[in-house]
């Protein structure tokens, strides 16, 4: 299938197409459900330095721009796997990256870019304030040497696959604060210190079965040198990682709108019925196009957010809006492609349910399209905040 997608990387593409097919569809069926990690395929992208795209060659990565790092996210997914599983790899140590001081990325990146560590984790959201994220409510008290963690969060992912967690938490109160965006903190946390000594976590089941969980802080101690960063400047250090972190998922959503595409034109050129295969009929044939219409647009869109990311211009209003096109591109390519199908589409051995579970979670996180659509009309067209 041909694309419009503006880059040169067939080398890149072909070198992970090549690993990717190491690991068949039924490979990948077993990690849809209960939670279950693909550790092969996970190590398998870590040998070969995938997954420390990003990361600085001095620190042993390979110094790559978020354009080659999308790639990788969306050859993945276009090949079968779910990159959700592994993601956070990524794009979790540009808080690090960016905001830490020498001594912690001499302390960190290195092992994060081998694999002898993983920043898998983030801890942001809480059960109480969602999207709100300056309300939080959990708190980071500093005691001599130390800070104390009290609080709760909730959708935390890939904690019982990490080694380290990056939490964000508030160190001076709310009230005591000009700006509700001031006063938060950003923390490196060692899980395997943490958990059992102040931090509890809870697996939440959910629909595309997705390790991920609630987590409760009940005075957990972390030294004070783990503060990244400056202290009540957290909300803004996390803040100029997310156009990276929206980018690289709209990229994961683009290959997830190919592969549905690609399923769903190969099944419709192949299931014959009334003596003539279905993609034969435009009733057919046309979800499909337009899905793939669709998928395109998000593409270039996604290929611009990195041009200026890379570039280091500003891409805030580039990487939401790939965002929101890819998110809702994959999801119309996934009911193409289901539909397309039809009863076969909800039998497990066709991978179209296990996809199609996994791409309706990209309209509402990393961030809503509700809330990209409030950005695009206050931040781009000018019109008053709606919140």
């Known amino acids: 299938m041909q ?3 503006p ?3 067939n080398d890149l593409r072909d070198a992970l197409r090549a690993l990717c097919a190491q690991f068949p569809p039924e490979y990948h069926r077993r990690f849809g459900e209960d939670g279950a990690y693909p550790e092969e395929f996970v190590d398998a992208l870590t040998r070969e330095g995938w997954l ?3 990361i600085p060659e001095e620190y042993g990565g390979s110094g790559l721009g978020l354009t080659e790092a999308s790639i990788i996210m969306e050859e993945a997914n276009r090949c079968g796997a779910n990159a959700g599983h592994f993601h956070g790899q990524m794009y979790n140590m540009g808080t690090l990256l960016r905001h830490g001081s020498d001594a912690q990325k001499q302390q960190y990146l ?9 920043l898998q984790s983030m801890a942001v959201t809480e059960p109480t304030t969602g999207t709100d994220t300056t309300k939080l409510k959990t708190t980071a008290v500093k005691k001599g040497d130390r800070y104390e963690i009290n609080g709760q969060k909730v959708w935390i992912s890939r904690i019982q696959h990490s080694d380290l967690m ?5 160190t001076t109160p709310l009230k005591d604060v000009k700006k509700k965006s001031q006063g938060l903190s950003i923390f490196m946390v060692d899980l395997k210190e943490a958990i059992g000594n102040g931090m509890e976590v809870r697996p939440i089941a959910n629909m595309p079965g997705h390790e991920t969980n609630e987590v409760f802080f009940d005075n957990l101690e972390i030294p004070a040198e783990n503060l990244i960063g400056t202290e009540g400047r957290g909300f803004y250090h996390i803040l100029d990682g997310l156009n990276a972190e929206r980018t690289l998922i709209a990229a994961e959503c683009i290959g997830d ?5 690609d399923k769903a034109r190969a099944y419709a050129g192949e299931r014959v019925v ?3 295969p279905i993609g034969q009929n435009q009733g057919v044939q046309f979800p499909i196009a337009k899905a793939y219409v669709n998928v395109e647009a998000a593409n270039l869109m996604r290929f611009e957010a990195c041009r200026r990311f890379d570039a280091g211009q500003d891409c805030g209003a580039q990487a939401n809006m790939a965002k929101l096109l890819a998110a809702e591109a994959s999801w119309e390519a996934g009911n193409a492609c289901l539909q397309t199908h039809g009863g076969f589409g909800f039998a497990r051995e066709y991978d179209v349910e296990r996809k199609f579970r996994e791409a309706r979670l990209y309209q509402v996180a990393p961030i809503s399209t509700n809330l990209i659509l409030s950005y695009v009309g206050e931040h781009i ?3 008053p905040r709606s919140f």
Request: hydrophobic fraction near 55%.
């Open 3 to 5: 694309t419009s997608a």
């Open 166 to 170: 990056i939490l964000l938490a508030r």
């Open 110 to 118: 290195p092992g994060i870019a081998s694999g002898a560590l993983r």
């Open 52 to 54: 420390a795209a990003m």
């Open 381 to 383: 067209l000018g019109m």
């Open 7 to 9: 880059d040169t990387h």
């Open 274 to 276: 009334f003596d003539r």
């Open 257 to 261: 709108g190919y592969w549905f595409v």
